[in-house]
Structure formats: C-alpha cells, structure tokens
C-alpha cells in the first residue's frame, strides 16, 4: 500500500516561514564555509572504492535521479566516513540532506522500520 508523509504523522517541510521544524531548522544552521572546508579535507582523504562511490551517489544528486544506493563493507571501512563526505558535500552546498535510520531498540521499531523501508522503497 501507498504511503504518504501524513500517515506518519510527522512533517519534514516547515508549515509557516519561521520553519518551526527541528529538522530543517538545524540543516539552516550549519557554518557553511567550515562545512565546505572540512568536506573538502574529507574528499581529499577518500580511498578509490569511496571516490567512486562519491562521485556515483553526488551525480545522482546533482542530477536529481532519485536513484536507490546500497553500500556494503567490512566494519570499519569507511563507510560512514563516506556518509559524512556526502553529507557535508550537499550541506555545504546549501541543500538540505537528512539521514535516517531505522533501530530494532526503540520503543517505535515498526513504525520506524516502516517508514525507513517507505523512505528507500525497499521490499522484505
Ligand atoms: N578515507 C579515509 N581517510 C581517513 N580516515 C578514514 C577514511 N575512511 C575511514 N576513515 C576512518 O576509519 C575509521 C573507520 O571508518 P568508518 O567509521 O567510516 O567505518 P564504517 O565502515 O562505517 O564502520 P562500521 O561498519 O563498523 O560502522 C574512522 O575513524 C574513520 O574516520
């Protein structure tokens, strides 16, 4: 079945032109020359699996493609120091980018399960 925002009850898009939500309010508050800067660093750092996978992910972006990425690995290979790169680059762009994740720990598993699986279209 078909989801839309509303059924979560929450909203991501502000409702008047204070942007009372917390979400967007804190994406509106990065420094964004010293995000530039330390993504900068981070991109100069990336090993060739993280580049490419950068530079797929950041097109898809730039192109607006909507476009589903998986990336796997071992722990402790870098892929959230690849998550943060790609965070920064859209941030420090002035876009607004918002991770997400579901945990079996919270009290709202399901509900965050679902809306995680809703968000990324993915199929059990
Ligand atoms: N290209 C890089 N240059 C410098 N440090 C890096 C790079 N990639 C990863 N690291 C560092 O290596 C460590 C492990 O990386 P990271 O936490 O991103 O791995 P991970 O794949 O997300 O691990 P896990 O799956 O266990 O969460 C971190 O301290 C991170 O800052």
Redesign the pocket.
Known sequence: MEKILVNFQICLFPNNEQNTNRLIREEQQYEIEELAKSTED?FS???ID?QAAFKKIITAVENNTSDIFFVD??????????YNTLLGKVRSNGDIALAVASSENQPDAAEQKEFAEWLLKVEE
């Open positions: 981070n750092c990336l090993n993280q690995g071992p722990g402790g290979t870098g892929k959230t120091f690849l």
